[in-house]
């Protein structure tokens, strides 16, 4: 087949790629009528409401030239060929005909998965491995006539495998990006994979790939085994670098008189590093470290897992149910929450979260506290009008824009003998209504680590959420919600409602 030829003007973009990338699932309408009546099967119980999202972490990218390593079990990935939508301008809330006006343009991109039954809603153990997510050089909006009619083809070791189109999809790309944006806030460099053709053509290690899109080019890597080599992974351009963690002691970071400090407890609030001490209200916190990727676990506590249903059952020998999260998703200490108008089950969930503080991977539970650099108190709010299934909540549910509160302090490990002996327990408006102990997580910490870092790199500053204990109430609009972790510290949200959020009634 000829390699679609590069528009005239094609150049890589003047930005860096800065942001994160986003993909949605089952967005191809004929992959959606080819679950037939798997889609009404428990768990799921009826076909995908909203659109179905996840993230691909900073470990999954990479660029054209890479060499992307396949587990020997089972020795093969499925080769999506997906278009990228590269976000221009900040887009909240963004109607499907203002939509072109936040693309600043689109790459090619192929998304890697280990083969699965389960397109719904796949582990994430079978995606979010290293360089998994391969990102061609972004092509200027202006330069493609028709984002939604592009021709897409797959060609492993010289043969053609696949030929598609953009086009049949769920959401194309005006309604994909008013979809998502809905809930949460897409940032400029960062990406939305309007998803595969289906069936993606399968390829085994040993062979080289290459795919394109019409008017964006094409892009090659190759796939080797993941036993014989150290994949070189080719860097599309970083999201971050190694963050750099952990003075001994409690510490955060708080925005004030318009700089951005690093902070440390003081019996009248905080103390910041050129001496000033404020009390904890005059300071604006952040969460306490910079964030790389986030961890979320689901179901990891038993008494939790019987209380959301009856017909639930998790165990340690089940795989840990993992998804991921964004960043936007992130509010700090103090912060504000929004509950939607006409919701009827919003619940806080109190959790400890685990710091990375060097590179994972490969690492056997035995070893790896030695990974952990501290702690932090999340609470990971959760809409469960938008739950679709238990087992792996959609983004819309768990990646709303503020709904994930972190701090106040990161708490080095060195400071915590023993973080599977902590006691949780969360206060609505002063009243406990949910109290548990770490020492009941279904997956402990080492478990966790050694399950992620089996198929992916777990890099410094990327986050475990690992999960929460029974007691999870509703909350409405003006309560205060404190989630304490002994030791670990007190984190305090208040939910608004749409007027803080500027949200319009319809
Ligand atoms: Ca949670």
Do not use: M
């Given at each position: 087949m000829e390699l679609t030829p590069l528009p005239a003007s094609f150049t890589v973009a003047p930005w860096r790629l800065s942001g994160v990338v986003y993909g949605a699932l089952v967005n191809h309408t004929a992959q959606l009528a080819a679950l037939g009546d798997a889609v009404h099967a428990a768990p799921y119980k009826a076909p995908p409401a909203h659109a179905v999202l996840q993230v691909r972490p900073r470990n999954t990218l990479c660029?054209?030239?890479?060499?992307?390593?396949?587990p020997a079990d089972p020795g093969v990935v499925d080769v999506g060929v997906s278009l990228g939508i590269v976000i221009g301008r900040t887009a909240c809330r963004v109607a499907a005909e203002d939509a072109p006006g936040v693309v600043a343009g689109y790459l090619v991109a192929a998304e890697l998965g280990l083969p699965t039954e389960?397109?719904?809603?796949?582990?994430?153990?079978?995606?979010?491995?290293?360089?998994?997510?391969?990102?061609?050089?972004?092509?200027?909006?202006a330069e493609v006539d028709d984002p939604d009619q592009l021709a897409t083809w797959v060609q492993v070791d010289g043969e053609a495998r696949h030929q598609g189109s953009t086009a049949g999809r769920v959401r194309g790309v005006a309604e994909l990006i008013a979809a998502v944006t809905e809930f949460m806030t897409l940032q400029p460099g960062d990406v939305l994979l309007l998803g595969a053709d289906s069936p993606a053509p399968r390829a085994a290690a040993g062979?080289?790939?290459t795919l394109g899109i019409a008017d964006l080019g094409s892009l090659s890597f190759s796939l080797v085994?993941?036993?014989?080599?150290?994949?070189?992974?080719?860097?599309?351009?970083?999201?971050?670098?190694?963050?750099?963690?952990?003075?001994r002691g409690a510490v955060a970071r708080v925005a004030h008189a318009g700089a951005v400090h690093t902070a440390w407890p003081h019996p009248q609030g905080v103390q910041l590093a050129d001496g000033r001490v404020l009390r904890e209200d005059e300071v604006q916190w952040l969460p306490p470290f910079e964030v790389g990727t986030i961890l979320a676990l689901g179901l990891n506590y038993a008494d939790h897992v019987k209380e959301l249903s009856k017909e639930l059952t998790v165990t340690a020998k089940d795989e840990p149910l993992v998804f991921l999260k964004g960043p936007g998703a992130l509010v700090g200490h103090r912060g504000l929450t929004r509950r939607p108008a006409g919701v009827a089950f919003m619940h806080y969930e109190c959790e400890l979260a685990v710091v990375i503080g060097k590179a994972a991977r490969h690492v056997a539970a035995k070893d790896a506290m030695a990974h952990?650099?501290?702690?932090?108190?999340?609470?990971?709010?959760?809409?469960?009008?938008?739950?679709?299934?238990?087992?792996?909540?959609?983004?819309?549910?768990?990646?709303?824009?503020?709904?994930?509160?972190?701090?106040?302090?990161?708490?080095?490990?060195?400071?915590?003998?023993?973080?599977h002996a902590l006691t949780l327990r969360t206060l609505v408006n002063g009243q406990v209504t949910q109290q548990g102990s770490t020492a009941n997580m279904v997956n402990d910490i080492p478990a966790l680590i050694e399950y992620l870092s089996e198929f992916m790199t777990l890099q410094a500053g990327d986050v475990i959420l690992t999960g929460t204990p029974e007691g999870v109430v509703n909350v409405n609009e003006g309560d205060e919600v404190v989630c304490e972790i002994a030791g670990i510290g007190r984190l305090v949200n208040t939910i608004v409602g749409d007027a803080a959020f500027s949200v319009i009634p319809a």
């Open positions: 660029g054209p030239g890479s060499a992307v390593a396949v389960s397109h719904y809603r796949p582990a994430v153990r079978l995606k979010a491995r290293d360089g998994f997510t391969v990102l061609g050089p972004v092509v200027p909006a062979t080289a790939v085994a993941e036993a014989v080599a150290a994949p070189a992974l080719a860097d599309p351009s970083p999201i971050g670098d190694g963050t750099q963690l952990a003075p952990v650099a501290g702690y932090t108190v999340c609470n990971d709010y959760a809409i469960r009008d938008y739950l679709e299934n238990w087992y792996r909540p959609n983004l819309r549910v768990k990646n709303r824009d503020g709904a994930t509160a972190l701090g106040p302090w990161f708490v080095p490990a060195a400071d915590v003998p023993n973080p």
